[in-house]
């Protein structure tokens, strides 16, 4: 089992930044990729951003150009910088990633409990 633990949401104003960080620990063999994902209100989740094991990044294009994400695998911990935050950008934030727990093992998505990030006035 693989645990997340995500910190940095909060409340910032528009064109202002947050950093949220994710740390993965528990049955861990190799991590595929992490990333982020969100939920606002009355939508769907969503992706935001990942970045695989050679360090390969993908964006939604929402964010592209505000938004970075980083990982440190010797501390299996992954970063989202985000810039320029906008009204939409309202929601909550999941730490997301894929691994295995073995060198045979399946892999296996696992999800964080979710950070607020509200961009208001």
């Known amino acids: 089992q693989v645990q997340l633990v995500e910190s940095g949401g909060g409340l910032v104003e528009p064109g202002g930044s947050l950093r949220l960080s994710c740390a993965a620990s528990g049955s861990i063999f190799f991590i595929t990729s992490m990333g982020w994902y969100r939920q606002a209100p009355g939508k769907e989740r969503e992706l935001v951003a990942t970045?695989?094991?050679?360090?390969?990044?993908n964006y939604a294009d929402s964010v592209k150009g505000r938004f970075t994400i980083s990982r440190d695998t010797a501390k299996n911990t992954v970063y989202l910088q985000m810039n320029s935050l906008k009204f939409e950008d309202t929601a909550v934030y999941y730490c997301?990633?894929?691994?295995?727990?073995?060198?045979?093992?399946?892999?296996?998505?696992?999800w964080g409990q979710g950070t607020q990030v509200t961009v208001s006035v």
């Open positions: 997301n990633t894929k691994s295995r727990a073995t060198s045979i093992s399946i892999m296996r998505d696992s």
């Open positions: 970045v695989n094991s050679v360090g390969g990044t």
